[in-house]
């Protein structure tokens, strides 16, 4: 007896911590883009076009459908707040991080990364064995300043979002 109420204290102790730091993914249709849970009581089936669980949503219904995009966290960056890549052809650019604006720190365990727009040829996004990803490459080509955003998931269901341009002169 006195064995099976620590068991059952244990388990709702291990409930409510996954509450905190984890969601499951409820279905891909499961609420509307604006977060509010679909029933078939509430909601109208075609507007329930995300998954209620951050982490669990697909780039195009990040890009495309814009699923949650009230909850996107936006004070991350590149690199010593590089928002604007001036870069030259044949020349490496400068590897930049993904950091916290708040702490100045790297973000790390960031995975699935989904790409507004493509990058520029010969510039990549690579992830490193620590989970941090970087901006690195030799361009080859000339552009005009260009927009790109990136929006990465993160831990506790976080949706980080990355704006800055890159110019190759």
């Not at 993914?25 to 076009?49: E, F, K, Q, R, V």
């Not at 669980?53 to 966290?73: D, G, I, M, R, W």
């Not at 590897?95 to 790390?108: A, F, L, M």
Request: proline fraction near 4%; aromatic fraction near 12%.
């Amino acid at each position: 007896m006195f064995a099976c109420k620590y068991l059952i204290f244990l388990c709702i102790i291990l409930y409510n911590i996954h509450l905190v730091f984890s969601c499951g993914c409820y279905g891909s249709t499961s609420c509307t883009p604006n977060g509010i849970l679909c029933d078939y009581y509430h909601n109208a089936t075609d507007s329930c076009l995300c998954d209620c669980c951050p982490a669990c949503n697909t780039c195009k219904q990040f890009l495309e459908l814009n699923c949650l995009a009230h909850q996107y966290s936006k004070h991350y960056s590149l690199s010593n707040n590089q928002s604007k890549i001036i870069a030259k052809i044949n020349e490496s650019i400068i590897s930049n991080y993904i950091i916290d604006q708040t702490n100045g720190e790297i973000v790390r365990y960031l995975w699935d990364p989904c790409l507004r727009r493509s990058l520029p040829n010969d510039i990549y996004l690579i992830n490193n064995t620590d989970g941090s990803y970087k901006l690195v490459g030799i361009p080859k080509e000339k552009i005009e300043e260009t927009s790109f955003e990136i929006l990465f998931k993160g831990p506790v269901n976080l949706i980080l979002s990355i704006h800055f341009t890159i110019t190759i002169i």
